[in-house]
């Protein structure tokens, strides 16, 4: 092998087009970009949302309202229901891991009990958060309540 012998790999080079390098390249003038407008012109991007200068959506509907970005969201979960799901698995103690075993929340769900539906046995429960009429209600049951 000698240097006059030496070729770049098959495939790595390619001849592309020259674009914009003077009229007698046949590329030249307008450099395949077109006449005028902002595409035409070199560091054009088009904004996320742009609607060629028409008023875009998001300005054009109203908006209103406060969304608070502290706000914590519950997986709420009824007496009732604890208590039927209690029945029905022979369960005396109520914790998140039986809730999602049993597909009522997921992993992520912070647990709130509420105090609606027929709730007459007693049942200690572990969850994130409770109602006062719900924490009452497990409480006067003999209940027992734990708050993670």
Not at 50 to 56: A, K, T, Y
Not at 97 to 108: P, Q, V, Y
Not at 122 to 127: E, G, M, P, T
């Amino acid at each position: 092998m000698e240097l006059h012998n030496l070729k770049p790999a098959k495939g790595s080079v390619k001849k592309g087009k020259r674009i914009a390098r003077g009229e007698g390249s046949g590329k030249g003038g307008t450099a395949t970009r077109g006449h005028k407008g902002a595409k035409s012109r070199s560091g054009y991007s088009k904004k996320i949302g742009f609607e060629g200068g028409q008023m875009p959506l998001q300005r054009r509907v109203p908006k209103f309202g406060f969304t608070n970005i502290n706000r914590i969201e519950y997986k709420v979960i009824n007496l009732g229901d604890l208590q039927k799901l209690a029945q029905e698995h022979n369960l005396t103690k109520i914790v998140p891991e039986d809730l999602i075993n049993f597909g009522w929340a997921r992993k992520s769900d912070k647990i709130k009990i509420l105090a609606h539906g027929e709730f007459d046995m007693k049942l200690d429960v572990v969850a994130h958060g409770f109602s006062k009429s719900a924490a009452q209600l497990i409480e006067s049951k003999q209940g027992t309540i734990e708050k993670l």
